[in-house]
């Protein structure tokens, strides 16, 4: 399902930083894993996860170094800063905050709040 | 071609170890661009892909390469996880958008120095713009404005001067006079009328006289004239045809883009002063020669030649008169002291009514004529609005420009580099310069205050309107440029009205020298106080200026002196101090305030006799 530019626009850096949580990847690798662990929803082209790359560079929350591969080319590989890592953790909140209230809502498919006066 | 890097020398830290600038300057940086292009393991579409994203990123070249392998290592990642290269260029997604999100992210992480330099440039662009734009607003706004002068000021001083019939002007009789004195466009009137300047005992006396005595015809015809009610001289900025035999033609002194009353010529002042220094000498001439009623009559034709000067209300129309007054008063003063056998009671009397019944008794120097000036002034280089406001025009800078009646201001076509300047600084100027309703407001206050001093005795002078005109000039540059058509335009009018007040401390003392005269015929004595002269021989004892005190009285030596303390304010006696021309010197006659008077020599100012006599 083709997500919304806009949701794109502040789901994507969480994605990433949430990836990077688990240890550095570099550009091909951070592709392949959106499209595969999110099943296909997060799947933004190289035209976009680039520049995402860059902006979160120059925000501090990650940093890029230039080291060999197994193959012996030359690979741009990125991980978390510190600063990173504290931003993750509060969108994390706010996702989790966001997808409690959406859900009380019925829009995550959970029975809505008692007070909501809709009937299923 | 092969990836390895040792044959491209391409990986980041190559960058580091070359100076940009020479990397530039040698094309170094391109080379290495193309080269790694050539020498990338990746197949023509996705190579032209990576060609195509890089060039269009347009980043500097360090951040290009690094654009580049990331690139290129991306691709070849890809290939190696068995991706086909459409599949690869399809999820890549759009090349010019992706340069575009790359560039603006790339630009973000330059380092700070570049992008303050960045957002300064912005700053500035758009503060030039914004002053591009209000520079011409402004323009607009200068330009649309246009002055409508609606009064002819020039035709309201006229008009009581055109009802006058013409057998009762003077003027054409003092013009036929002045020709038989040899006065011509390119005489000197100076040197011609030398003679009149002369004195009994100068060196150059008896040419004096004998000059006199030889342009008698012209000296009766200048009597006749100012027997005249009236000047009857139309004034403007050019001369009639039939003065043109006096002055000339008045070509080039046109300056079409002065406003006319600013403007008007007034020559005949130089020859009215010509002519009342004439009948002084010619007065002096007579007292030596017995001739009383000669003496009379000229001072009374110097008199009505004083007051025809004022026929005109400017300021220098008022000087010249007050001037010629004057120069009636020292020969009545000398004459009184050198010759008083000569004149009888009645021509005593006679004199002393036309002295004092002189311009109805007020010598003054009046304002009216420079606010017509100014208002002329104001309506010929400001819009109007019709409420009384309005704001500069491009006419009135260029007006101001020419204030100083340069010859050159002509109503040609300016100069390209003028018309350039007026667009720069014209617009500034008119928001600069204060509005009209403010600008007369201003004008309005120091004229109050110019009259208000005026009609002070001197010895409760406040030099309000000096201090105002200086307060005004002195508050700083925009404030003096706000207000620049005030100080350039107001005359020194206190200097003005200082002069008339000395005229008037004169004319007191000559009127009370000859009471003193008179009384003295009568009883045989000088009075020992001026009171006893009050009120037959004067309504009250004239103030002096300086302190509002009598004006001093004392018997020297057996012969009368009259006198002022002062601008020191100290009586000493009727002390005279003089210059090396034996005349007093001004310090004691020009008005200072109390906390200046210890600047002024000792001494007082003595009226009557002349200390020169």
């Not at chain 2, 790694?36 to 994203?53: E, H, K, Q, Y």
């Not at chain 2, 009568?522 to 309504?539: A, K, M, N, T, Y």
């Amino acid at each position: 399902m083709r997500i919304e530019r806009e949701l794109m626009r502040g789901a994507g850096p969480v994605a990433v930083l949430k990836l990077l949580q688990a240890g550095e990847k570099y550009g091909y690798e951070l592709v392949e894993q959106l499209a595969a662990r999110s099943e296909g929803v997060l799947d933004m082209g190289q035209s976009t996860l680039y520049p995402m790359l860059y902006n979160l560079e120059a925000k501090g929350w990650i940093k890029s170094t230039w080291r060999d591969s197994e193959t012996g080319r030359k690979r741009r590989y990125y991980s978390l800063t510190g600063k990173g890592k504290r931003r993750l953790a509060t969108e994390e909140e706010q996702w989790r905050s966001l997808a409690g209230a959406m859900g009380k809502l019925g829009i995550l498919g959970q029975k809505p709040a008692a007070n909501m006066g809709v009937t299923t | 071609m092969s990836g390895n890097q040792s044959t491209t020398g391409t990986h980041v830290g190559y960058y580091r170890r070359r100076s940009p600038l020479v990397r530039f300057f040698t094309g170094q940086s391109r080379k290495d661009f193309e080269r790694l292009m050539a020498n990338c393991d990746l197949p023509d579409p996705l190579r032209g892909l990576v060609r195509t994203v890089v060039k269009r990123c347009r980043l500097w070249p360090r951040e290009r390469h690094e654009v580049a392998l990331e690139l290129i290592a991306h691709f070849q990642d890809g290939l190696d996880a068995g991706r086909s290269e459409d599949e690869l260029i399809k999820s890549f997604g759009d090349p010019e958008q992706a340069a575009r999100l790359i560039r603006r992210a790339k630009k973000r992480n330059r380092p700070l120095w570049w992008r303050a330099m960045r957002r300064t440039r912005q700053t500035i662009g758009v503060l030039i713009l914004a002053l591009i734009f209000l520079h011409v607003a402004l323009i607009i706004r200068f330009y649309a404005a246009s002055p409508s002068p609606e009064i002819d000021y020039l035709a309201r001083i006229n008009a009581p001067i055109a009802a006058v019939p013409e057998e009762e002007r003077a003027w054409p009789r003092y013009r036929e006079a002045l020709l038989m004195l040899g006065v011509t466009p390119d005489a000197n009137v100076r040197e011609l009328l030398a003679p009149a300047d002369a004195r009994p005992g100068d060196d150059e006396w008896d040419e004096s006289r004998t000059f006199l005595i030889e342009h008698q015809a012209a000296l009766e015809l200048l009597r006749r004239a100012a027997e005249q009610p009236a000047l009857g001289l139309e004034v403007g900025a050019g001369y009639a045809p039939d003065d043109q035999v006096l002055w000339g033609s008045d070509e080039e002194l046109h300056v079409p883009i002065l406003p006319p009353v600013f403007h008007t010529l007034l020559p005949h002042l130089v020859n009215l002063r010509g002519a009342g220094r004439l009948l002084y000498a010619d007065a002096y001439r007579a007292a030596e020669d017995g001739q009383s009623e000669r003496v009379a009559e000229n001072v009374r034709a110097a008199l009505r030649i004083g007051e025809h000067a004022a026929e005109h209300p400017f300021i220098v129309n008022d000087l010249v008169s007050v001037a010629i007054f004057q120069g009636a008063l020292d020969v009545v003063g000398d004459v009184l002291h050198d010759h008083a056998s000569i004149l009888s009671d009645d021509d005593l009397r006679i004199i002393a009514h036309s002295i004092a019944a002189w311009r109805g008794g007020k010598v003054q120097v009046r304002v009216d004529g420079e606010r017509m000036v100014f208002e002329d002034v104001v309506q010929h280089i400001y819009s109007d609005d019709g409420h009384g406001g309005g704001r500069l025009t491009p006419e009135g800078l260029r007006v101001l420009q020419h204030l100083d009646l340069s010859m050159s201001a002509t109503t040609d076509a300016p100069p390209l580099s003028e018309v350039v300047m007026d667009a720069l600084l014209g617009p500034l100027a008119g928001v600069t310069m204060a509005d009209r309703r403010s600008l007369m407001r201003t004008y309005d206050e120091i004229m109050g205050a110019i009259e208000r001093d005026a009609s002070r005795p001197m010895w409760e002078w406040q030099n309000e309107a000096d201090r105002k005109i200086h307060r005004l000039v002195a508050e700083g540059f925009l404030t003096k440029v706000r207000y620049a058509p005030i100080w350039m335009l107001t005359p020194a009018l206190t200097n003005a009205a200082m002069s008339a007040n000395r005229t008037v401390q004169s004319r007191d003392a000559i009127l009370t020298a000859i009471a003193l005269e008179l009384h003295r015929r009568r009883h045989g004595e000088w009075p020992d106080s001026l009171e006893q002269l009050v009120p037959h021989l004067l309504p009250a004892v004239p103030p002096d200026q300086f302190d509002g005190r009598p004006i001093r009285y004392r018997v020297i030596d057996g012969k009368p002196r009259l006198y002022s303390v002062g601008a020191n304010r100290e009586d000493h006696g009727g002390i005279a101090v003089l210059d090396e021309r034996g005349q007093t010197i001004r310090q004691l006659f020009r008005w200072v305030p109390t906390d200046r008077v210890h600047e002024v020599p000792n001494g007082d100012w003595v009226l009557w006799p002349r200390p020169t006599r």
